[in-house]
């Protein structure tokens, strides 16, 4: 029973609705930058983006969206990659000054040190909420899934079936509480990340080993688009059903184990880091 208890997420995997097969890129996607590092394989069901000294490159969905189930699945990658960062994210404007957004991000590492994946939450321009975990896998190895439950109960953000980040909807019951709220867009890129990635930044990219390659598969996309009829909050719609307004017994027992096994930073947890200690408001209700 010991590894049922160190992985309890192998219970887990019934709990999420399967992701639709291989819907080709351009049905949902378009390149934003950097043309020249991005490359369509298998019939435009994948993209790989490169990154060399010359440019990165980044791509994102062409709607916007007010609730859904995101997924993307991601081979970031591999070998010596200090300083390279590889996101997958939900942005509102990223220039409006005032925008929401929910960050994947892997933090390339040297060769045989471990990546690490930080997430943060900003609402209103307002971010400052990472967390960091080492994954109990190596996410250059395979293609894993990457998802993000936004709906009006809750963000979850989940590493294949398990559920490594929480944010309640408080709104308008807890004073002061944020929570994206924004229509967003999904976006992924590629970017030197050299000042703070690695080591605090310590450890740079290393040009020599460009181009570094990551590998986006599952381009369809579960979600509440800007041109839909229905309401983003509708309960016909499948991400806000009751089953997806709070974790269930199994994943919040899954949710506990990455927060005491594989979580390293918490903002929650950092107080020095807010003004008399005071942890923002969400933290008190995960
Ligand atoms: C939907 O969102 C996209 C991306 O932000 C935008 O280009 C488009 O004009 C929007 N469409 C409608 C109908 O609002
Ligand atoms: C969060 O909850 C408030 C209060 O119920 C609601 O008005 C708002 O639409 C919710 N946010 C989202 C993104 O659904």
Redesign the pocket.
């Known amino acids: 029973m010991a590894s049922s208890v160190q992985q309890p997420w192998l219970l887990l995997i019934v709990l999420l609705p399967a992701v639709a097969a291989n819907p080709i890129f351009d049905e949902n996607y378009a390149p934003t930058w950097g043309a020249d590092g991005y490359h369509l394989v298998d019939q435009g069901t994948e993209v790989r983006i490169t990154m060399d000294r010359n440019s990165g490159a980044g791509f994102g969905s062409k709607l916007s969206y007010?609730?859904g189930f995101f997924h993307m699945r991601i081979k970031i990658p591999g070998g010596y990659t200090a300083g390279v960062v590889t996101a997958y994210y939900l942005s509102s404007d990223p220039d409006s000054g005032n925008h929401d957004e929910v960050d994947f991000e892997f933090l390339g590492n040297v060769d045989g040190k471990p990546i690490t994946l930080q997430t943060n939450v900003f609402v209103n321009g307002h971010g400052d909420r990472e967390q960091r975990l080492g994954l109990w896998f190596d996410p250059a190895a395979d293609f894993h899934d990457y998802r993000i439950l936004?709906?009006?109960?809750q963000l979850v953000v989940f590493v294949d079936e398990v559920p490594i980040r929480v944010m309640r909807?408080?709104?308008?019951?807890v004073p002061e509480y944020e929570?994206?709220?924004k229509r967003m867009r999904l976006r992924a890129s590629m970017w030197d990340g050299s000042g703070w990635a690695t080591d605090g930044g310590r450890t740079k990219i290393d040009w020599n080993r460009a181009p570094f390659t990551a590998a986006f598969r599952g381009f369809g996309v579960d979600a509440c688009a800007n041109t839909s009829a229905t309401p983003?909050?509708s309960p016909d719609l499948w991400w806000n059903a009751r089953r997806y307004r709070r974790l269930s017994a199994q994943q919040r027992a899954a949710y506990e184990n990455v927060k005491n096994t594989y979580m390293n930073y918490d903002y929650c947890t950092d107080k020095d880091r807010f003004a008399n200690g005071n942890v923002p408001p969400e933290c008190s209700y995960d």
């Open positions: 007010g609730s936004w709906n009006p109960y909807n408080m709104t308008g019951r929570f994206p709220a983003c909050g």
